[in-house]
């Protein structure tokens, strides 16, 4: 187990929905996070507000993660800041749903660059700093979808599956350094995507969970503070976090 306090995180998509609950949970930990967004400041600036208020410290950075030289700089920022990164959560995603017979190509290249192209982008330029820390990790927010597909979801299916991939890849690369490569499955989280979804369809979904019921977000930041705190002989992993809803 290392100790969190004073480390240095950077999570993609940290102004909303899991993103800012990993930021929180995080923060609890004594971890300095750097809260990224692409569009919602006020909610970056509203995530950054509740850490200080729990004594932690946070600083918002924008950057479209998808634009490689973006990416680029909010690592150049978050050094700037803290003056190291330890922890890179990527978490930026986002969903463009429509059957295949329907998809056009700006969905498909819009959801490939957001959820996996910035993958390649914030680790390529946070992988020198992260491998100068004593304990680096890299965690990618993968998904069920990307395990199991799902009805309507080439774009985010295809997306998450190749996060799977690099996930082991970049894993087997850096195993005989500091630093470990993983990745966490979540299966349906209560969200507000998941509030929007008709109370019909919610129940049919909770039906084939095993346990019965969605998962919390704080159950997902949980597993991101495990590998953080536990995880230096984990590497190269998927870690459901599903009800067991793909086992």
Not at 63 to 88: C, H, M, P, W, Y
């Amino acid at each position: 187990m290392i100790d969190l306090k004073g480390r240095v995180a950077i999570v993609t998509g940290g102004s909303r929905g899991i993103g800012s609950i990993i930021a929180k949970e995080l923060a609890k930990q004594g971890v300095f996070v750097v809260i990224n967004y692409n569009s919602s400041s006020d909610a970056a600036d509203q995530v950054v507000r509740e850490i200080e208020e729990l004594g932690g410290q946070a600083h918002a950075s924008q950057a479209d993660v998808s634009d490689a030289a973006q990416a680029r700089v909010l690592v150049e920022d978050t050094i700037n800041k803290f003056g190291k990164l330890d922890f890179l959560i990527n978490n930026a995603g986002i969903t463009r749903d429509r059957t295949f017979r329907k998809m056009d190509e700006e969905n498909w290249r819009k959801v490939i660059d957001v959820n996996l192209n910035s993958v390649y982008n914030t680790t390529s330029a946070a992988l020198a700093p992260i491998q100068a820390s004593e304990a680096g990790r890299i965690i990618n927010i993968s998904s069920v979808i990307g395990q199991a597909g799902g009805f309507g979801q080439t774009n985010y299916s295809a997306a998450k599956a190749g996060m799977l991939g690099f996930t082991k890849s970049l894993a087997l690369e850096l195993a005989r350094t500091n630093v470990t490569v993983n990745a966490i499955c979540p299966g349906f989280i209560e969200t507000d995507m998941v509030k929007e979804i008709p109370e019909e369809i919610r129940q049919q979904i909770v039906s084939k969970i095993p346990q019965r019921r969605f998962g919390s977000p704080e159950e997902i930041a949980r597993g991101v503070v495990y590998l953080c705190q536990d995880g230096e002989y984990v590497t190269g992993q998927e870690l459901n976090i599903n009800g067991g809803l793909y086992m």
